[in-house]
DNA sequence: TTCAATACCTGAATT
DNA sequence: TAATTCAGGTATTGA
């Protein structure tokens, strides 16, 4: 599959999005699928050397109503800062988009949680139990993290609707040129703040387009949400 | 049923526990099956001049998994401080061990509850519907509470084992020596902090050998519970 | 008022 | 066997 990415910057012929390898193509992807976005003062978010911290392959917990990540104890500790009142961590997505959540230590169940924003970021990726998130740092800068996700390999194709049921399926047609919604967004802003609730730059995998949220990813093929909702939310957090 | 308590202190020969008259042996026993423990800087619990505040015979919900026991409004109202954020009490069992209930008001039900530590509570005195919890305090002692209980006559024989379903009924042998599991023991700490999960200190009728929790109370006769576990639970809240 | 979000708590599993 | 971890709850708060 081959997407033409209509960034700004140049696409290189490389630039194929792996469909096999399930196991180990987020940093590829990370890196293909960049984007020049700059923000918080850093390099450009594709070129950035990054260092894999972990990953968590999700439980109904982590993508339900509790609104929570259990971040593993041992991970944790290690690479995060100590968790104090209000510590907020940021994560940039394969796009660059920030993604801002509160980190926290609940001293009654000896867990390391990410709370406030989690929840955002699960319904904009469309994140189910199973899947995994994936979390690296920059190689060069302390403090500065990376977000990724994979859906699971045998997840069910239905697409939750939401009330507007009528939604087509949306068949992922070779070459669809992607809009710039996302990135340097011509109609849509992306957010200096949070993170729109529209979905994380998910790399040539899920996009939107004439107000639908299609989705692309390696296992799913192509599909599309009739959810037209587009949330913005205000970085209040 | 004589009893040869093994404890510390000397064993007076009043100390012959009644299995007659279920009914009101509370206190008696109190008196009777006394250890020395001093804690809180109070007088030993067994020389305690007491008052009766109230019963409550414990509905299928104070035992079952909402972790909580309604307290009956006229009487929290009359005999417990308001529940403020994070108001804790104290009430001691009979042999003097420490239980902190977390004491609060629901205002969507409008009803006292005792929530956090009253759990282990249930468990450790192996409450069920229909059982009694009896509620006292220090003459003397404004706020220094006393929690005991009895089991309700008729309840089923059927012990529940959990897993471990070969746990053998242990009948109770007369003059079987109670060795100092709860008290100042020699092998388990009585905690100075929250209960221990092996149970409140049953006056003489429940206690710990040989890795069970044997209970021989007067209308159960005896009988023994695979539960080896010892839960330690620091109290943080 | 309803609902979502958060901050707790607990039991079971695991080490 | 004791201690730790964490998935899954509930209560309360806030929008």
């Known amino acids: 599959m081959y997407?033409?990415?209509?960034?700004?910057?140049?696409?290189?012929?490389?630039?194929?999005?792996?469909?096999e390898e399930q196991e180990d193509d987020l940093y590829q992807q990370q890196v293909l699928i960049g984007?020049?976005?700059?923000?918080?003062?850093?390099?450009?978010?594709?070129?950035?050397?990054?260092?894999?911290?972990?990953?968590?392959?999700?439980?109904?917990s982590d993508v339900g109503k509790l609104n929570r990540?259990?971040?593993?104890?041992?991970?944790?500790?290690?690479?995060?800062?100590?968790?104090?009142?209000?510590?907020?961590?940021?994560?940039?997505?394969?796009?660059?988009?920030?993604?801002?959540?509160?980190?926290?230590?609940?001293?009654?169940?000896?867990?390391?949680?990410m709370t406030k924003g989690w929840s955002r970021f699960v319904r904009a990726a469309r994140l189910a139990a199973g899947d995994t998130v994936s979390f690296s740092r920059a190689a060069a800068a302390a403090g500065r993290y990376f977000i990724d996700y994979r859906h699971c390999q045998h997840r069910s194709r239905d697409i939750s609707f939401g009330d507007a049921a009528a939604a087509p399926a949306w068949p992922m047609a070779v070459?669809?040129?992607?809009?710039?919604?996302?990135?340097?967004?011509?109609?849509?802003?992306?957010?200096?703040?949070?993170?729109?609730?529209?979905?994380?730059?998910?790399?040539?995998?899920?996009?939107?387009?004439?107000?639908?949220?299609?989705?692309?990813?390696?296992?799913d093929a192509a599909a599309a949400s009739a959810s037209a909702e587009v949330e913005y939310v205000d970085g209040d957090s």
Chains 1, 2 share one sequence.
């Open 175 to 219: 070459g669809v040129q992607r809009t710039a919604a996302w990135g340097k967004g011509a109609t849509m802003a992306v957010p200096a703040g949070d993170g729109v609730e529209a979905g994380p730059t998910g790399g040539a995998r899920s996009f939107r387009l004439f107000g639908f949220n299609v989705e692309c990813s390696g296992d």
């Open 3 to 19: 997407m033409d990415l209509s960034l700004g910057t140049t696409v290189e012929d490389t630039q194929e999005v792996q469909e």
């Open 69 to 113: 990540l259990v971040v593993p104890k041992q991970h944790a500790e290690r690479f995060f800062p100590a968790a104090g009142a209000g510590t907020q961590l940021c994560f940039e997505d394969r796009g660059g988009v920030p993604w801002r959540f509160r980190y926290s230590y609940w001293g009654s169940s000896q867990s390391y949680v």
């Open 35 to 60: 984007q020049d976005l700059q923000h918080g003062g850093g390099e450009p978010s594709h070129v950035m050397a990054r260092e894999h911290m972990f990953d968590k392959v999700l439980t109904p």
